[in-house]
């Protein structure tokens, strides 16, 4: 009897101590994989296969997908390229936005909404983002405009639409265009409304970790046939759809997509609406459960977003504890946490548009220019979308570990303050 008491309290002890330094794991079974797929996909491949036709311009493929993906999201039209961050590109160009214009983006990207307008002679100007959803201020875009900005590109960070009654208000009376940086977005919806039904050019990406995907892939949603046609010959080395006399109408280049990715991404659309719905659920249990531990929060999602496809899970710890150590210490309960974007004004690819003896400078004025972008950089942690089309056993197995780390007592978990005098 004693033994067996014995045995309890020595397992109860090997379940609190962190898995980082020997204890039993909360997890020792994976959360779903990514990609998904099933026998549709095989289906979709061999078809285009067999066709013998492997090209955008042979196989209508890719207009297939394109008509569908428009279809569901809201919008008149879509373009299908080879990536999110040229879909970006050619949206700039469509525009019209090149050499001497400003773009305003958020500080709390990820690099590609900074690149974009880099590599098309432009400059990205950082504005921070909110505290309680991660998306681009509108209040502080208004601040950041001057006679040089041509355009705002807001990103729906995780999924969790922007505020975009107001940023339309802004970019109405300054007359800027929109482009949205739906790269997290696919599906996401703000009462009701889609990504197309805000009448401008939005940008998905497709890469191997979003919410639908083939390993790469990005897509232009248009409200009008005229601004797809401008974007297609961007995308098709300034040469219009059927055109057989090379003619080349504008500076583009090539970024057509292939119909083998267009085939699979068919078929991941159709599982989309069920997956999106059980990451919203679980999203919400998780915030709710995560907001009754003290150092921590969770990205909120407001009550008009009526789809969070929580392409991330995305949590801030509070300013004392050791970002690194959580991260790892989560890693080994069996939890797949990383650390949030890094502030775009600490990356080299930013800085690379300044005088070397600026860029200490411009870091510091954006350091004090984005107080919330600077705290998810050093704070910010996500979990990856999969994660979330768990069952409630995997929920509660994230929610323990949180709690199981964040309680600890160990010497690592707070960050060591430096002694002043
Ligand atoms: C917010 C955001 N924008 C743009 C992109 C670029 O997409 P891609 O990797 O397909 O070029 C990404 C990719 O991760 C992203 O997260």
């Given at each position: 009897m004693l033994a067996k008491q014995k045995e309890g309290e020595i397992m109860s002890l090997m379940n609190n101590k962190l898995a980082i330094s020997g204890g039993k794991a909360v997890r020792t079974r994976e959360f779903p994989a990514w990609p998904q797929y099933d026998n549709s996909e095989n289906k979709a491949l061999i078809d285009i296969l067999e066709s013998g036709q492997w090209w955008r311009m042979a196989n209508n493929a890719v207009e297939v997908f394109e008509k569908e993906f428009a279809d569901y999201h809201n919008a008149s039209s879509a373009l299908a390229v080879s990536n999110g961050t040229h879909a970006l590109e050619v949206a700039l160009k469509t525009y019209g936005i090149g050499a001497g214009d400003e773009v305003i983006i958020p500080a709390f990207t990820f690099v590609s909404t900074a690149l974009c307008v880099q590599n098309v002679g432009a400059k990205p100007i950082l504005v921070d983002v909110d505290a309680?959803?991660?998306?681009?201020?509108p209040e502080k875009i208004l601040a950041a405009i001057t006679p040089k900005t041509k355009a705002i590109i807001p990103v729906h960070m995780a999924g969790h639409f922007v505020d975009y009654h107001k940023i339309q208000k802004i970019a109405e009376s300054h007359n800027l265009f929109i482009i949205q940086d739906a790269a997290h977005a696919h599906g996401a919806s703000i009462n009701n409304n889609k990504v197309g039904d805000w009448q401008n050019i939005a940008c998905f990406s497709f890469q191997n970790f979003k919410l639908m995907t083939a390993g790469e892939g990005g897509l232009l949603l248009f409200p009008s046939e005229e601004l797809r046609e401008t974007a297609f010959l961007y995308h098709n080395c300034g040469r219009p759809q059927n055109d057989k006399q090379y003619q080349h109408l504008v500076v583009g280049s090539n970024y057509r997509y292939s119909p083998f990715l267009a085939a699979i991404l068919s078929q991941q659309l159709k599982r989309l609406p069920e997956q999106n719905a059980l990451r919203h659920k679980n999203g919400l249990i998780l915030a709710d459960n995560i907001?009754?531990?003290?150092?921590v929060s969770m990205q909120q999602c407001r009550?008009?977003?009526?789809?969070?496809?929580?392409?991330m899970a995305i949590f801030i710890l509070d300013e004392n504890i050791n970002r690194d150590f959580v991260v790892a210490a989560l890693n080994a309960e069996g939890i797949p946490a990383f650390n949030a974007?890094?502030?775009?004004?600490?990356?080299d690819s930013f800085l690379h548009d300044f005088a070397d003896e600026d860029k200490s400078d411009i870091t510091a004025m954006y350091k004090k220019a984005c107080p919330v972008t600077d705290t998810i950089g050093s704070q910010g942690i996500w979990i990856h979308h999969r994660a979330l089309l768990g069952n409630e056993q995997d929920i509660d197995d994230i929610i323990a570990s949180f709690n199981k780390v964040l309680t600890s007592s160990h010497s690592e978990l707070s960050v060591k303050k430096l002694e002043t005098c």
């Open positions: 309680d959803t991660f998306n681009i201020s907001s009754k531990i003290s150092s009550s008009e977003i009526t789809t969070h496809p929580y392409y974007y890094k502030p775009l004004y600490y990356l």
